[in-house]
C-alpha cells in the first residue's frame, strides 16, 4: 500500500503574521475519519483546492499555486488564505515525500454549515506512474462543454475560473472520453472555441509557434503552462495566448495536454484521427518539467 499524509490545518487570518504557523496544523492518521459528519460544504462542492507535483521532494512552482488558491477564494467568496500559513504547510508535507513523484493537495471548503470558519487540510500521497503516458501519449475526444464562449462573462457564478472542489462534470467527461476509446477529453464552447481539458491546459505548436486559449476566465490558467511557456521563450520560440478554433487541433504540427502531476502528454489522436507528435520535443519539455522548479 503506498504511503500517504494528512494535515488539518486551522486557518488563519490573511493579515495574521506569526512566524510559526506549526500550532495550527495537526497531523491526522490519513486512513481515519476526520471530516465532520456536518462537513456540508465539501459535500456541495463548495470549497477550492490545489494539486501541487512533487519532484524528489521539491514541491514545484509553490507561489503558482498559492496565487491561484487566492483567486479562487476570491471568486468564491471564501476568507483571504494566509499564504504563509499555507507554504509552512506544504513544507511539512514536502519533507514527508518519499524519494520519486508525489503530489500535495490543499483543500479549503467553507466548512460546516452555520460553522466558525472554513475547513482546511493538506495530504501528500505518491503520484500515479505516468511515465509511459508522457511518452507513449494520449488520445482525446472533443466534448462540448455545452456553454458558449461568452457565458464565464455573462454568468461569473459558473466560477468556470476558479479551482473548484466541483469536479463531477469534468470527470464524468473523462468516462464519456473512455467510453468513447479515448484516453482523455477537450471540452470545445458550443460556438467552436477550445476551452480545456477536465483536468489540464491544451496548447497547441503551430510551426514555430506555441499557442494556448486565452485565460477569459472560461478556463483555469494552468501553472504548468504558464511554465512551459517560460521554458519555450528561452528557448527562442514565439508563445501567444488566442482563442483556439477547434479545428486548429487537427492540423497543429503538436499538441499536449499539460498539468502539474501528469505534466506533459502528447496528444496522437483527436476524435479518432491520428495527428503528429512530437516525441523528441516532448522529452524535452518533460525533462524541464520534472526539473526543480520555483
Ligand atoms: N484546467 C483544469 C480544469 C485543471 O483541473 C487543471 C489541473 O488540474 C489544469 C487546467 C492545469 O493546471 P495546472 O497546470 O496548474 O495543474
Not at 486557518?11 to 459528519?37: H, K, Y
Not at 472560461?218 to 477547434?246: D, H, K, M, N
Not at 502528447?266 to 484521427?273: R, S
Request: aromatic fraction near 6%; glycine fraction near 8%.
Amino acid at each position: 500500500m503506498t504511503w500517504r499524509f494528512a494535515l488539518m490545518i486551522e486557518p488563519a487570518a490573511s493579515d495574521d503574521t506569526r512566524e510559526d504557523f506549526g500550532a495550527t496544523f495537526q497531523r491526522v492518521d490519513p486512513s481515519a475519519p476526520a471530516l465532520s459528519v456536518g462537513e456540508l460544504s465539501t459535500q456541495r462542492g463548495d470549497g477550492i483546492f490545489e494539486s501541487i507535483g512533487v519532484v524528489g521532494g521539491h514541491a514545484q512552482e509553490v507561489q503558482a499555486h498559492l496565487d491561484r488558491l487566492v483567486h479562487s477564494a476570491r471568486l468564491c467568496d471564501l476568507p483571504e488564505p494566509n499564504l504563509a500559513q499555507w507554504r509552512a504547510a506544504i513544507e511539512v508535507a514536502a519533507a514527508s515525500c518519499e524519494p520519486g513523484e508525489s503530489v500535495i493537495k490543499l483543500i479549503l471548503s467553507r466548512g460546516v454549515e452555520h460553522g466558525p470558519a472554513p475547513t482546511a487540510w493538506v495530504t501528500a500521497a505518491h503520484a500515479a506512474d505516468f511515465r509511459a503516458v508522457r511518452e507513449r501519449g494520449i488520445r482525446i475526444v472533443t466534448l462540448d462543454r455545452g456553454l458558449d464562449s461568452g457565458a464565464a462573462a455573462r454568468a461569473p457564478w459558473l466560477l468556470l475560473g476558479a479551482k473548484t472542489l466541483s469536479y463531477a462534470v469534468n470527470m464524468a467527461a473523462i468516462r464519456e472520453a473512455k467510453r468513447r476509446g479515448a484516453d482523455d477529453a477537450i471540452f470545445v464552447s458550443s460556438d467552436g472555441i477550445v476551452f480545456e481539458a477536465p483536468t489540464a491546459s491544451v496548447i497547441l505548436r503551430i510551426g514555430d509557434r506555441f499557442v494556448t486559449p486565452e485565460p477569459s476566465g472560461s478556463i483555469l490558467q494552468g501553472t504548468t503552462q504558464v511554465s512551459l511557456f517560460e521554458f519555450l521563450e528561452g528557448r527562442g520560440f514565439e508563445t501567444a495566448y488566442e482563442a483556439v478554433p477547434a479545428a486548429s487541433l487537427a492540423t497543429a504540427d503538436a499538441a499536449w495536454l499539460v498539468s502539474s502531476v501528469r505534466l506533459a502528454a502528447p496528444i496522437t489522436a483527436i476524435d479518432g484521427a491520428p495527428v503528429a507528435h512530437d516525441a523528441e520535443l516532448t522529452g524535452e519539455i518533460n525533462a524541464y518539467l520534472l526539473s526543480p522548479r520555483d
